[in-house]
């Protein structure tokens, strides 16, 4: 029988899309997010960001890799997104925005990251799409 002596973790995560109506950059992303002013909150969110800037990709590309021949719309299905969340970043993709896809973990680098991951969240308004509905709870 072997016996663990050190840190064991129950570590989870969640997946996120993410895609700004313009350039996706930390100043975009701060003002699209409502951040954008001088808060002592703003930190949480410029470490949020930093969590996604490690692991974001192009969702197309994360597809991919997924399987050479697996469309969007199945990559998503697979990760447990809804039809409705489907629809969106395919309308998304067709107005030619930049979509990302990506994981936050529950013990990332950041509180930040650990508290978003923990937690399901949709904001979506004309600036900002980021979905992290889907979580590894």
């Given at each position: 029988?072997?016996?663990?002596?050190?840190?064991?973790?129950?570590?989870?995560?969640?997946?996120?899309?993410?895609?700004?109506?313009?350039?996706?950059?930390k100043d975009n992303f701060m003002k699209a997010i409502g951040a954008d002013g001088n808060?002592?909150?703003?930190?949480?969110?410029?470490?949020?960001?930093?969590?996604?800037?490690?692991?974001?990709?192009?969702?197309?590309?994360?597809?991919?890799?997924?399987?050479?021949?697996?469309?969007?719309?199945?990559?998503?299905?697979?990760?447990?997104?809804?039809?409705?969340?489907?629809?969106?970043?395919?309308?998304?993709?067709?107005?030619?925005?930049?979509?990302?896809?990506?994981?936050?973990?529950?013990?990332?680098?950041?509180?930040?990251?650990?508290?978003?991951?923990?937690?399901?969240?949709?904001?979506?308004?004309?600036?900002?799409?980021?979905?992290?509905?889907?979580?590894?709870?």
């Amino acid at each position: 029988m072997k016996i663990r002596k050190g840190f064991v973790t129950n570590s989870s995560s969640t997946s996120f899309i993410i895609s700004l109506k313009d350039e996706y950059s930390k100043d975009n992303f701060m003002k699209a997010i409502g951040a954008d002013g001088n808060s002592p909150m703003n930190k949480i969110f410029e470490d949020l960001f930093s969590a996604i800037e490690d692991d974001k990709k192009n969702i197309l590309d994360a597809a991919k890799e997924y399987g050479n021949d697996i469309e969007m719309e199945f990559f998503l299905s697979k990760q447990g997104f809804s039809q409705e969340t489907i629809d969106k970043v395919g309308k998304m993709l067709a107005d030619g925005r930049k979509v990302y896809y990506g994981k936050l973990s529950s013990d990332g680098e950041t509180a930040s990251e650990s508290f978003f991951c923990c937690e399901s969240f949709v904001v979506c308004d004309d600036n900002i799409y980021f979905n992290g509905n889907i979580g590894g709870w």
